[in-house]
């Protein structure tokens, strides 16, 4: 319910908090998620982070939430 969870998420923005979005790429943290709330700050999943520096894959997805945060 996306809908009713952005308007909660807005009601804390406007008190001054900044939103987070934890683990992004696992579970329920993926791009949709992203998308829709808008958050001020993403942490990537570690099952991601993990040997990123070997794996062309992992580094592939590591740049799109790079690009993704720097077009907000």
């Known amino acids: ?3 009713t969870f952005n308007r909660i998420l807005d009601n804390y923005r406007e ?3 900044q939103i987070a979005i934890d683990d992004a790429g696992a579970g329920y943290s993926g791009m949709h998620t992203i ?3 808008q ?4 942490k990537i ?3 991601i982070i993990r040997n990123v520096h070997t794996d062309p894959i992992r580094q592939a997805i ?3 939430f790079v690009l ?3 077009s907000a």
């Open 35 to 37: 998308a829709v709330t």
């Open 45 to 47: 999943d570690m099952d």
């Open 39 to 42: 958050p001020g700050y993403v």
């Open 62 to 64: 590591v740049k799109s």
């Open 1 to 3: 319910d996306y809908p």
């Open 15 to 17: 008190q001054g908090y």
């Open 68 to 70: 993704l945060g720097q």
